[in-house]
């Protein structure tokens, strides 16, 4: 069987985080990244033992962590298995799940870890059909991840690459299948060049990967309002800590502060705006900007209002640009005498909650509201890793291939082989579509050439 | 009125290409074999092209011969020219295709279905499938013929209610004015095949002596000829013809684009798909109308006739439009037709019906080869012919039966997709069909299948032995050139410089040299000076597998992965619909097309990974609780 890993903590801050690695291959990959302290070696370990010591990737340390090894049959699995407890936190046991990848393990698929336990007789026969409700509900989530991921930028750059490979790969099909055929010769220089294009995309995705800023953990969340309704403290009050600088001053928030916290058990990216309004103020005119941008790229928006005063023009015209949107809104300050026309807010907004962020006091009915709004269990968290890990391994590999295809072409290897390392490149783009590649070059040879007799 | 003619093993319906490669497989492997076709003088007979291979259709024919079948051996006695396609572009999509002579084929292989021991060829429709409590018993003629047999194959070709369209012309027919098949399809239909419709078409035929050659281009074979079998000597093999190409003009299209509402695919009385590879002229012209002209070949059907085909110019519109467009091509100015294009609909199955063997899932005993599977070209229905007819023969030996899988053979993908996948279209083997073409090349069929058809008893013990010979020479050679040290000289790195790759500073390995994409394993001979004497096909297996190790250590390494799979068999008859947790759309798939392994399933469109995981898992407690009880 092949060696898989993931992350088998839920994907939350948290005190500390497991990494699990299961298969054949368990031992040396995770060799390749854990050192241990005082020279002992993963692979010398017994099974039940467990040593301290680093884990790092190419980049060097990642954390400090511990390393549990097991070996076959005495494991979950049945096969050789390795557990790498780090510290908590997505960041860090994301970057160890990479590095493992990186070293030859695959992302585990839905239910994975308990299907081999199952099929190497580890589990007992009567939970098949609970091994079977996990694999179906995780895979189903992981659909639903994917198809998120899938509407994104990112998604639609990878989408743009695969189409261009299609094109080569169409044209080395035509060419190759139709020789008698009046079909344009393929031209390495011109491979080449598509390919470095290719190449060059599909390196800026995973750079974006790699610095988080394309998909990361938790729900994509906004705090937007106008100035002083109490945005900062609630987002302190979220955050556990003083992350924005309240003051009575209005605009002291000036740019967008982000935190990913934790609101029971949903993840949220969450961002501390600028209050939104009319300003002559250059620098707080920028961070209303982005505060205004947020709004439009947030999954959730966490409207505040002031409560002890009546809705100005600029909450209105706030309203007005949440249509569509899913809000909650939050009326702040019920320590004082409310003075809003809070039927006016509930009328647009079904998820109003009230609010003392000064006092700490009815965060729970905003937790409350969210995971209504998005009634999602915490498993789904750890489904969007996997997703996502899976999709940048995806990326990974066909830039890999992408990278060897180039070489193979510049040192003028035969085009049948070459045409073998794009149709893996192909593949791996595929993957994320679920499409096979031989099905996409024969439509695309017919749907792009006259050919046949 | 009905009346005893005969008891055998296996009845095939049909003498085109599937059905000799059938009828000979099993009569072969002993059973008694009764093969029937509608006219004697159309068994084998090439009803479009005279030709036989081409890419990846090339490779199948190999791929046959190293099998133990006929088509190889019969291509090699009757070309006219040969010629290897994608010289130049890699081993890997390196295609034999070859002009035959069409009569002297027919002739060919029918004294070869004549002299087969254990075979009976008679001419006859078969109308009727006999069965009795779900089991084969036999068919029935149209006469009242009744044969007892325990398998059929039904190989039918375009003639399975056959009808041929020309312009505002249509009547029922199989192809080249041959009879048609008009009770069989009730039959089937009886015992719950599902049928449709297909479509396919042919060019008209000319006479050689209104085509003005002096103005043509000419194209012909190669100076060394490769013969398709690997038994057939190469000495002797000659080119005796010359083909020739021209091109439609803007002339020829406007006289079709004028006549389009004459066409019956444009009018909408053909119902029957038609393949995309092999589009109509009136179809090119339509949907590529950028294109300024489109390239067609000009073919002579044999040496003992005068008719040329004209590839490239298939087309159902009216005989006076054929005409009328063919004479506005260059060299075709004063062309005389001999018979017209012509569109055919016919009658065939899906064939996910089928299992990997080619047999019905639902009727045991009763197989489908060739263009009656929704293919199309007569390398596709050999290659289907010999696994149906290797398959009955071996049901009726008690044996176990020959899956190809996708790893082994283009033959395997044929037959994969097909039952797998299905077809929307007549489908036609192309080499991006196959993941794994570094490895099915066509230069290895021997070392792929010999050993497969030597096991079953196609192929001779001394063939096998042949095979094995060559296949230790190849890796004492390979072991000798990567030991062997080459030092630098100066004649060596003149060479090597010339040869625009870099000079040797220190000695290295023979083998590093062959790397180079530059250099041949030939060329450095004159510097390898203990290289022994060594066949052609030796070298070229030695040059090939050190060139492209990496790469077929890599795709060896993904079969591996992929047999995995491939050898967990799920049992036959599971309905899918009682495992739990499958969701519906996978289980009602999995129902339809019942595969044969966890591989196969994987494969199914609609079948996701995570459908897979499940059913490792039922099966695991599938078998447990089998074992158990």
């Excluded at chain 2, 080459?486 to 870099?502: D, K, Q, R």
Aim: proline share 4%; glycine share 8%.
């Amino acid at each position: 069987m092949s060696t898989i890993a993931a992350i088998s903590t839920p994907n939350a801050p948290g005190g500390i985080a497991v990494i699990r690695v299961s298969g054949e291959n368990a031992i040396a990959v995770s060799e390749a990244v854990f050192t241990p302290f005082g020279g002992k070696k993963v692979g010398d370990m017994p099974g039940y033992t467990c040593a301290y010591g680093i884990a790092g990737d190419k980049d060097g340390r990642i954390d400090d962590c511990i390393l549990t090894v097991f070996r076959a049959p005495h494991s979950y699995t049945g096969e050789d298995v390795c557990e790498i407890s780090c510290h908590g936190g997505i960041y860090v046991s994301r970057k160890i799940l990479r590095a493992l990848l990186n070293n030859g393990a695959e992302p585990a698929q839905a239910g994975e870890f308990t299907k081999r336990a199952f099929l190497n007789g580890k589990l007992d026969l009567t939970s098949a059909e609970a091994v079977m409700d996990v694999i179906s509900a995780k895979s189903e989530l992981e659909l639903k991840m994917a198809e998120q991921l899938r509407e994104g930028a990112a998604f639609r750059k990878a989408k743009e690459c695969s189409g261009k490979l299609l094109a080569l790969l169409s044209g080395l099909a035509a060419w190759t299948d139709y020789p008698d055929e009046d079909i344009p010769e393929v031209q390495p220089e011109h491979m080449i060049g598509e390919l470095r294009a290719v190449r060059s995309t599909l390196q800026s995705l995973i750079n974006g990967y790699d610095s988080g800023r394309i998909i990361r953990e938790g729900i994509p969340a906004a705090i937007v309002g106008r100035p002083n309704v109490g945005k900062s403290t609630l987002f302190n009050c979220l955050s556990g800590c003083e992350r924005s600088i309240v003051t009575e001053i209005a605009g002291t928030t000036r740019d967008v502060v982000e935190e990913t916290i934790r609101l029971g058990d949903i993840v949220l990216r969450l961002s501390d705006t600028a209050g939104i309004h009319e300003t002559d103020d250059k620098i707080e005119g920028i961070g209303i900007g982005h505060a205004q941008k947020l709004i439009d790229t947030s999954e959730l928006i966490i409207a505040v209002f002031d409560g002890s005063c009546p809705l100005t023009a600029d909450d209105f015209s706030l309203l007005e640009s949440l249509k569509g949107r899913k809000v909650v809104a939050v009326i702040n300050k019920t320590d004082e005498e409310l003075k809003i026309e809070e039927d006016y807010i509930t009328q647009l907004i079904i998820h109003t909650v009230y609010i003392s962020a000064k006092e700490n006091d009815g965060v729970d009915k905003l937790q409350a509201a969210v995971e209504e709004l998005f009634s999602i269990s915490r498993d789904s968290f750890g489904s969007a890793t996997a997703a996502n890990e899976r999709q940048k391994k995806c990326i990974d590999s066909a830039l890999a291939s992408v990278d060897e295809a180039i070489s193979a072409i510049e040192s003028c290897l035969n085009l049948d082989a070459v045409n073998i390392i794009l149709d893996e490149a192909e593949q791996h783009l595929l993957e994320l579509t679920g499409e096979k590649i031989t099905d996409a070059v024969v439509d695309e040879v017919f749907s792009r050439f006259c050919v046949g007799k | 009125m009905s009346y005893k003619m005969g008891e055998f093993d296996v009845a095939v319906v049909g003498g085109g290409h599937a059905g000799v490669e059938a009828a000979l497989a099993s009569a072969r492997l002993g059973c008694s074999t009764v093969m029937f076709t509608i006219s004697l003088d159309q068994i084998a007979n090439m009803p479009c092209n005279p030709s036989i291979g081409g890419t990846a259709k090339g490779h199948l024919v190999r791929e046959i011969d190293a099998l133990g079948g006929e088509m190889g051996k019969a291509a090699d006695k009757c070309f006219i020219q040969s010629r290897m396609l994608n010289r130049g572009k890699g081993p890997a999509v390196h295609s034999l295709r070859v002009q035959a002579d069409r009569m002297k084929y027919h002739e060919y292989m029918k004294q070869v279905c004549e002299k087969q021991e254990n075979l009976y060829v008679k001419q006859g429709e078969v109308a009727e499938i006999l069965t009795e409590n779900g089991k084969i018993t036999g068919v029935r003629t149209k006469l009242g013929a009744e044969y007892s047999v325990k398998a059929v194959i039904i190989a039918t070709g375009t003639y399975l209610k056959g009808k041929i369209h020309i312009g505002e012309e249509s009547y029922e027919s199989g192809p080249d004015s041959a009879l048609p098949s008009k009770f069989l399809s009730g039959s089937l239909a009886e015992h719950g095949i599902e049928l449709r419709r297909f479509k396919t078409g042919t060019p008209c035929r000319v006479h050689k002596r209104s085509i003005d050659f002096d103005i043509l281009e000419r194209q012909d074979g190669d100076e060394n000829i490769v013969p398709f079998s690997f038994d057939t000597p190469t000495d002797g093999l000659r080119n005796q013809v010359s083909c020739y190409i021209s091109y439609t003009n803007s002339k020829t299209h406007e006289v079709i684009l004028n006549n389009l509402h004459r066409s019956p695919l444009y009018s909408g009385r053909i119902e029957g798909v038609g393949p995309r590879y092999c589009p109509s002229i009136e179809d090119k012209i339509v949907r590529f109308s950028d294109k300024p002209r489109h390239q067609l070949f000009i073919e002579p059907m044999g040496l003992s006739t005068d008719e040329y085909y004209l590839q490239g110019m298939s087309s159902s519109l009216p005989e006076d439009v054929q005409l009328a467009f063919l004479r506005t091509i260059e060299g075709l100015e004063n062309v005389e037709i001999m018979r017209p294009a012509y569109a055919i609909e016919y009658d065939c199955c899906d064939p996910t019906q089928l299992s990997p063997t080619l047999e019905f899932k639902k009727l045991g005993g009763l197989y489908g080869a060739g263009q009656f599977n929704g293919s199309s070209g007569y390398e596709e229905a050999a290659a289907q012919g010999l696994v149906a007819g290797i398959n009955a023969a071996l049901k009726i030996r008690g044996d176990e039966p020959m899956i190809l899988d996708r790893a082994s053979s283009y033959i395997g993908t044929l037959v994969d997709d097909l039952v797998t996948k299905g077809c929307s279209d007549p489908y036609r083997m192309m080499t991006s069909r196959s993941e794994y073409r570094l490895i099915l090349r066509q230069d290895n069929a021997d070392q792929r299948l010999i050993p497969v058809g030597y096991h079953i008893g196609l192929v001779s013990r001394e063939r096998f032995e042949r095979l094995q010979e060559k296949i230790s020479q190849v890796e004492a050679e390979k072991k000798r050139i990567t030991h062997t040290n080459i030092a630098p000289s100066e004649a060596l790195n003149m060479f090597l410089v010339e040869h625009g790759t870099s000079p040797l500073s220190t000695g290295c390995k023979i083998a590093d040299l062959i790397r180079r994409p530059q250099i041949n394993y030939n060329d450095i001979a004159q510097f390898d000076t203990e290289r022994p004497q060594l066949s052609f096909e030796v070298c070229e297996q030695v040059e090939l597998q050190i060139k492209y190790e990496g790469y077929i250590e890599k795709q060896l390494a993904q079969i591996e992965q992929m047999r995995k799979l491939e050898t967990t068999l799920l049992p036959e008859n599971t309905d899918y619909s009682q495992v739990y947790g499958l969701r519906l759309e996978a289980a009602e798939k999995l129902n339809k097309i019942k595969p044969h392994s966890l591989g196969q399933a994987s494969r199914i469109s609609g079948v996701s990974p995570a459908d897979v995981s499940m059913l490792a898992v039922w099966l695991q407690k599938h078998k447990e609780e089998n074992n158990a009880t």
